[in-house]
């Protein structure tokens, strides 16, 4: 199966959520190139892109079918998209990720995140806080500090529910 995403993301999603179901995409950027979410879309999932910058909206539009919205992950109302349970979260929204997370609402469980900390830019203390703030939801680590291109960025989740 091939992988469209930076670091298997898409494949660890597929892996962890056994049947199609709906994801959360804050960061989405391109449609297809680096992006977690687009295999899970041709393998039958819905879901919801959310980017801050408009440059990739046309394209998402013309070779996507889920909804890509042009919002800012801060300050969007996230009770318009999301429902109890959401199969996939990806989120990558750089130095505001930590900030981004803490501002979904704790209602919703997500079956399997993939969420970048760029602890080789950022240092350890936003990846320490989203750590601790996410083992205090209940959720378990799966995989810590991927790596891509020899840097660690990203941890991996998932809801042991």
Same mark, same amino acid.
């Given at each position: 199966?091939?992988?469209?995403? !930076?670091?298997?993301? &898409? ?13 959360? &995409?804050?960061?989405?950027? !391109?449609? #297809?190139? *680096?992006?977690?979410? $687009? ?5 039958? @999932? ?9 440059? *990739?909206?046309?394209? *998402? ?7 890509? +919205? #042009? ?6 109302? @996230? ?38 900390? &760029?602890?080789?830019? +950022? ?15 209940? $959720?378990?680590?799966?995989?810590? &500090? ?9 941890? @991996? @989740?998932?809801?042991?529910?």
């Amino acid at each position: 199966m091939r992988s469209y995403s !930076q670091a298997g993301q &898409d494949l660890f999603a597929l892996d962890k959520v056994k049947r199609p179901t709906t994801f959360l &995409d804050i960061g989405a950027s !391109q449609p #297809i190139f *680096h992006n977690n979410c $687009y295999l899970l879309e041709l393998r039958g @999932w819905g879901g919801v892109s959310v980017d801050r910058s408009p440059e *990739h909206f046309e394209d *998402h539009l013309r070779l996507r079918s889920s909804n890509y +919205l #042009i919002e800012d992950a801060l300050t969007f109302d @996230w009770s318009e998209v999301l429902t109890p349970s959401v199969g996939f979260l990806s989120l990558d929204c750089d130095d505001d990720t930590c900030a981004v997370l803490k501002g979904l609402p704790t209602t919703t469980r997500f079956k399997a995140m993939c969420i970048e900390h &760029d602890s080789y830019r +950022l240092g350890n203390g936003p990846r320490a806080e989203m750590r601790e703030y996410l083992r205090g939801l209940g $959720y378990a680590l799966s995989y810590m &500090d991927v790596r891509c291109d020899g840097v660690p960025f990203e941890d @991996w @989740w998932i809801d042991p529910t």
